[in-house]
């Protein structure tokens, strides 16, 4: 079983920073790419920014030079830090990461989300 949990969430004003936090826990063999997406109401989930077992790292344009994506595998523990902020990063955050398991298996895994609100 594995579990990914999202924390650092809440509500900031524009210009303001904020840090999420995923951390990873279960069963786990090994954790290959990870992964921050979004979902603003009425929009689909869109990825925000990834980063693989090896450290490469991509963002979305609408991101890029704002947020930086990093993990510690000592900790199972990916971190979004955010800076700049803007009332159109307003969305539900979602981390991602592909898990192999200790069974062996393969396979992405989604937390449950956490809400950033940005106030103009």
């Known amino acids: 079983q594995v579990q990914l949990v999202e924390s650092g969430g809440g509500l900031v004003q524009a210009g303001g920073s904020l840090r999420l936090s995923c951390v990873v826990s279960g069963s786990i063999f090994s954790i290959n790419d990870m992964a921050w997406y979004r979902q603003a109401p009425g929009k689909e989930r869109e990825l925000v920014a990834r980063?693989?077992?090896?450290?490469?790292?991509n963002y979305a344009d609408s991101v890029k030079g704002r947020f930086t994506i990093s993990r510690d595998d000592a900790k199972n523990t990916m971190y979004l830090q955010m800076n700049s902020l803007k009332p159109e990063d307003t969305a539900v955050y979602y981390c991602?990461?592909?898990?192999?398991?200790?069974?062996?298996?393969?396979?992405?895994?989604w937390g449950q989300g956490t809400q950033v609100t940005v106030s103009s």
């Open positions: 991602n990461a592909d898990v192999r398991a200790s069974s062996g298996n393969l396979r992405g895994y």
């Open positions: 980063i693989t077992r090896g450290g490469s790292t």
